[in-house]
């Protein structure tokens, strides 16, 4: 088997393909067809989402474990087109930069199925210390 170039020699690494399809349609729970379609250019998506300004399914660790239970998305926002939406290289430099020297997923899902800040614990300690929520932001 060939090697890659940046493999570390006496190490086996395990192959893992990402579907690279885009502009795929799925069928939503009420039978509507979605198409993914990217978060940038997309005429139907003039300003793509940068922040809260759109209605999300709840990131928090109890939302998390009531859509795990009934199934995924399943409070529903109406969120499909964001929920299923992606990033090209040239939409994020530095972390197709980053994607090509590192990996940067672990098979695609969080470390902790809750908010943000666990997970970014998680990221720069391999634990949450505990947490399971954000803070609450002081005013």
Same mark, same amino acid.
Do not use: K, M, T
């Given at each position: 088997m060939? !090697?890659? %170039? *940046?493999?570390v020699?006496?190490? !086996?690494? %395990? *192959?893992?393909?990402?579907d690279g399809r885009v502009d795929?349609?799925?069928l939503n729970l009420e039978g509507h067809e979605v198409t993914a379609t990217p978060l940038?250019?997309?005429?139907?998506?003039?300003?793509p989402w940068r922040g809260c300004g759109h209605p999300v399914p709840g990131h928090g660790w109890f939302a998390g474990r009531e859509q795990l239970t009934k199934g995924f998305l399943a409070p529903r926002t109406g969120?499909?087109?964001?929920?299923?939406g992606y990033y090209r290289r040239e939409d994020l430099p530095f972390y197709a930069k980053l994607a090509d020297r590192f990996t940067i997923?672990?098979?695609?899902f969080a470390s902790l199925m809750g908010p943000t800040f666990p997970n970014r614990q998680y990221l720069h300690s391999a634990q949450?210390?505990?947490?399971?929520?954000?803070?609450?932001?002081?005013?």
């Open positions: 060939a !090697r890659h %170039r *940046r493999a020699p006496g190490r !086996r690494a %395990r *192959r893992f393909h990402v795929v349609s799925y940038v250019g997309n005429p139907q998506f003039p300003n969120n499909d087109e964001y929920a299923i997923c672990d098979h695609h949450s210390g505990g947490e399971r929520d954000d803070p609450i932001p002081i005013r």
